[in-house]
């Protein structure tokens, strides 16, 4: 299978010399085409920060990442840009939609960034509309629709120029329930379906047992992966919760 | 404490603040200047004559003072709530702090204070530089000498502390009005924007746009063809067409523009189009009524910039023609219930030993049956009757002029042309009028005869150069009729005489004027209201004129420049507070993949887009004002303004193109600070 993401040995550092911070201290992992894998871990132990540095926001101190056979820590600025553009998707937060501009819009202005053909926006736009069951939207603006609608939308905006990852940090932070059901049953689609390669990041159990995989960071390091095999998503989010209270426990019988 | 936070407000901002203290510093500049006119008497060498006229310029620019104060009041009002909303989050901070509102109002109060303070003294500063550039304007302008010497005038000093002092004090107080109003959870959470509701019907823009274009149109039209008739009672009309639709077009540019590209897909899907052109509505839906404004204040601005800079050439153009003579002495006695005793104005020997010619011409007013004037002059009436200016009330008599062949004949060899030869029986209707020309040779064609006192004249035309027939302050814009030198009239109902002089000495001008002067005043003392005169050198004639010229000329300036200072200014201010809403907007752009060169590109056509739309628009206005204002000189006999109007247009153009260089680095800078 391909190897769409390989991070070796990554550090990041901030501050200066009068005060350090180690956020990331040496990962190393891989994600393979069409996995679904998430990052759980407490606030403050770096799980936004790495994936800041995946996706070319922000460059690690030292270590390296290859996506898809580029090794983005050696790319210049235009380069990054460029290659953020075409190569990656992104899923944010706090959906980040233009209040100015329709659903549909929005989705065609990852397409129009990259230059592509005017005449086959429309198509493409509908295509992906339809794999996220967006479609009704479609003509409205964000503050039509509802919370659940609105990162559907984004989703398809990150999805729509077909991405080698997809990367989301804490997609359902600002939904309900339900909304949040309908977008991870939605990501889940895309992952079986189309084989939408997906790293997500969250601190929320429910969400992370959508993921195939889980890798849990503390303190800037992964500290444990746990697989779903075969389990349901039901057991698998009963093993999540496990590892989960070893957190509060004592760090010793964790590592 | 307090001050100090201040002060260190001001140092960190200064860059955000810069336009505004920009158009401070030059608002205090202009307004120094342009008051130290009184000082400026004191260095040039001028005739008492041109005192006078800058004595008159002093006092119009105290009431344009009084006018342009107001207008930069508003401005800076404007522009200081502007800069205080966007410090919304910051006085939330202050508030969350426990900091009273009074202790805040205080910081606003000190920063104000700096930079009040530094924009007076840099503005004066600069007003004294360019004080003394306008001193060096004025000579050239009167063309006079210069004995340059350092120009200071206190009291502008005075005044422009006063003045200023005040705005600042008033937008202080709005200041703390606004302050008083916030509200902590506003303020915390300034940057959740509210959604804007976007109408649907996006047709009706069309529509709209359709309907202002055709109240522009009409507008035009008349201001085009019949710029007379909009002087007098259409006037209301056409401005008022005008306005609506500018308004109008404003109001449906945004929807219509929206509509128009979005129909075209390629332009539409390209880059970060679709983004800019959504921004702009916004931008212009929300504005539009500033916009309008700000287009009319530049087609104001533009209007006077080219009066004032075109009138000068153009009076000086029509002077040498004005004044045949070295002096002219002209008197005119009127009848009131009994005819008029003629009186032969007595020359003193002084007088008429200093002349190398010597002319005395008369003129008489005959009062003619108005069924009569109508029938022969049926052209000239009507022209007038179109015009509706000068008509007064319907009389059974209608007044014609008549002058002698030799008298006029004295003037045209004078001048250096061919005198004329006119018949018993024949009368040739003379003007300085351009506007009368036509309508005479039609009454001329129809060979009509005109009958007056027993007379019988049959209407000739000959090819006479434009000429005036004494150096006269007034322009006479009616017709005269030549006839024989054997035909006189009784009881006339008025008698005009001039003595027409060239001095043999150039320096003898003044005083014969004065020795014919103490005649008049000593011969007609007793006369009262039936009697009227003037007296004029060419030079006391050149110097009226360029007095109006000058005035005009800075009156001109002034009002145009802080028109357009105001009206850029506002749309400055307007889209960097624009971009500093829309710092959340590029970031979102940046995070799903447009890199730097993309966002500024589309930075540049939204700020592009929005200046020159009313730019534009003011320059078509402009088009049709210009060639309105030229029509309307033209009866004065005066040529085309063109030559002001390219260089208000350059002007214009320059300033226009600063602020917009200031306001995209300002945007830039404000979209991508972290």
């Known amino acids: 299978m391909k190897q769409v993401l390989n991070v070796q040995n990554i550090e990041k550092y901030y501050g200066n010399k009068d005060n350090l911070t180690k956020a990331i201290d040496g990962i190393t992992f891989d994600i393979n085409e069409g996995e679904f894998v998430g990052i759980m871990g407490p606030s403050g132990s770096g799980k936004t920060t790495l994936l800041n540095c995946v996706s070319t926001i922000d460059k690690v101190t030292s270590g390296n990442i290859v996506i898809d056979d580029t090794n983005i820590t050696e790319l210049k600025k235009q380069k990054l840009s460029k290659f953020r553009r075409e190569q990656l998707g992104f899923i944010f937060q706090d959906f980040n939609l233009l209040d100015t501009l329709t659903a549909f819009e929005n989705i065609a202005l990852a397409l129009t960034i990259q230059k592509v053909n005017p005449k086959k926006i429309d198509a493409q736009v509908k295509e992906v509309a339809k794999k996220l069951d967006i479609e009704e939207v479609l003509p409205k603006y964000p503050y039509q629709m509802s919370g659940g609608q609105r990162q559907r939308v984004a989703a398809a905006r990150a999805l729509v120029h077909n991405p080698s990852l997809i990367l989301a940090d804490e997609p359902t932070g600002a939904l309900d329930s339900k909304s949040s059901r309908m977008l991870l049953e939605s990501l889940e689609k895309l992952n079986k379906e189309y084989n939408s390669t997906i790293l997500l990041v969250t601190h929320d159990t429910f969400t992370a047992s959508f993921c195939d995989r889980i890798l849990f960071i503390k303190d800037g390091k992964i500290f444990n992966e746990i697989y779903k095999g075969n389990q349901s998503r039901k057991q698998f989010f009963d093993q999540i919760i496990e590892v989960v209270t070893l957190l509060g426990g004592d760090i010793s019988n964790v590592l | ?674």
């Open chain 2, 1 to 674: 404490m307090y001050f100090k936070i201040a002060l260190q407000n001001v140092r960190k901002s200064f860059q955000d603040y810069f336009i505004y203290f920009l158009t401070l510093a030059f608002s205090v500049c202009l307004f120094f200047a342009f008051n130290s006119f009184t000082e400026q008497q004191a260095v040039i060498e001028m005739t008492t004559s041109q005192s006078e006229i800058m004595k008159l310029l002093t006092e119009i620019m105290g009431y344009m003072s009084v006018f342009v104060a107001v207008v930069l009041c508003f401005l800076i009002m404007y522009a200081n709530s502007f800069l205080v909303r966007r410090r919304k989050k910051e006085f939330g901070t202050y508030m969350l702090l426990g900091m009273e509102k009074s202790k805040m109002a205080r910081i606003l109060l000190y920063e104000t204070f700096i930079i009040g303070l530094l924009s007076l003294v840099v503005g004066i500063v600069f007003g004294i530089a360019l004080s003394q550039v306008l001193t060096i304007a004025t000579a050239s302008l009167f063309e006079v000498q210069l004995n340059y010497r350092f120009v200071f005038s206190f009291e502008a000093l005075i005044l422009t502390i006063l003045c200023f002092g005040l705005v600042f004090f008033l937008a202080m107080l709005l200041n703390i009005v606004i302050l008083s109003k916030f509200k902590l959870i506003d303020l915390l959470y300034a940057d959740r924007k509210n959604e804007e509701i976007h109408i649907k019907y996006v047709g009706i823009y069309v529509l709209i746009f359709i309907v202002s274009l055709v109240c522009l149109g009409v507008s035009y039209y008349h201001a085009w063809t019949d710029p007379f008739n909009v002087l007098g009672n259409k006037f209301i009309f056409v401005v008022s067409f005008g306005c609506i639709g500018t308004l109008l077009f404003f109001l449906s540019l945004a929807g219509f523009m929206l509509r128009f590209v979005s129909s075209s897909k390629k332009l539409y899907y390209k880059g970060l189009n679709m983004f800019v052109l959504k921004e702009v509505n916004a931008s212009i839906k929300s504005n539009f009524i500033s916009m309008s404004f700000v287009c009319i204040l530049l087609l104001l601005s533009i209007g006077a910039l080219c009066t004032g800079l075109s009138l000068n050439a153009t009076i000086n153009k029509s002077l040498k023609q004005s004044t045949p003579y070295d002096v002219s002495v002209e008197y005119r006695q009127y009848r009131e219930d009994t005819p008029i005793e003629v009186i032969e104005l007595q020359l003193p020997d002084s007088v008429k030993d200093d002349a190398s010619i010597l002319r005395v011409q008369k003129k008489v007013a005959i009062g003619i049956p108005t069924a009569e004037y109508n029938n022969v002059f049926e052209h000239v009436v009507n022209h007038y009757a179109n015009r509706e200016i000068g008509m007064t009330e319907q009389s059974n008599y209608e007044e014609l002029s008549f002058i002698h062949e030799s008298d006029f004949n004295d003037v045209l060899t004078d001048q250096g042309y061919k005198p004329i030869e006119i018949k018993k029986n024949e009368l040739v209707p003379y003007t300085t009028s351009v506007q009368l020309r036509d309508p005479i040779s039609k009454d001329i064609a129809n060979k009509r005869t005109l009958n007056v006192q027993g007379y019988t004249f049959s209407l000739k035309e000959i090819d006479l150069p434009e000429m005036t027939l004494a150096s006269s302050p007034l322009i006479d814009n009616s017709f005269i009729c030549v006839v024989d030198d054997e035909i006189e009239f009784d009881d006339p109902t008025f008698i005009y005489h001039a003595i027409n002089i060239n001095a043999k000495d150039e320096t003898k001008h003044d005083a014969i004027r004065e020795a014919l002067e103490n005649e008049i005043t000593e011969q007609f003392s007793n006369k009262g209201y039936t009697f009227s005169y003037f007296a004029s050198t060419r030079q006391d004639i050149y110097d009226g004129n360029k007095g109006t010229s000058v005035i005009v000329t800075y009156v001109g300036i002034y009002l145009g420049i802080v028109f357009m200072l105001s009206s850029v200014t506002l749309l400055a201010l307007q889209q960097l507070t624009k971009a500093n809403d829309n710092k959340k907007r590029y970031l979102i752009l940046n995070k799903i993949g447009a890199d730097d060169v993309m966002m500024n590109r589309a930075l540049f056509k939204q700020l592009c887009i929005y200046f020159f739309i009313p730019l534009a628009l003011a320059l078509v206005h402009s088009f049709v004002g210009i060639h309105f204002v030229d029509a309307i000189i033209m009866t004065t006999g005066r040529s085309s303004i063109l030559e002001g109007s390219a260089i208000a247009c350059a002007i214009l153009l320059l300033i226009y193109g600063c602020y917009f260089v200031v306001t995209y680095v300002g945007a830039k800078k404000i979209i991508h600070s972290k």
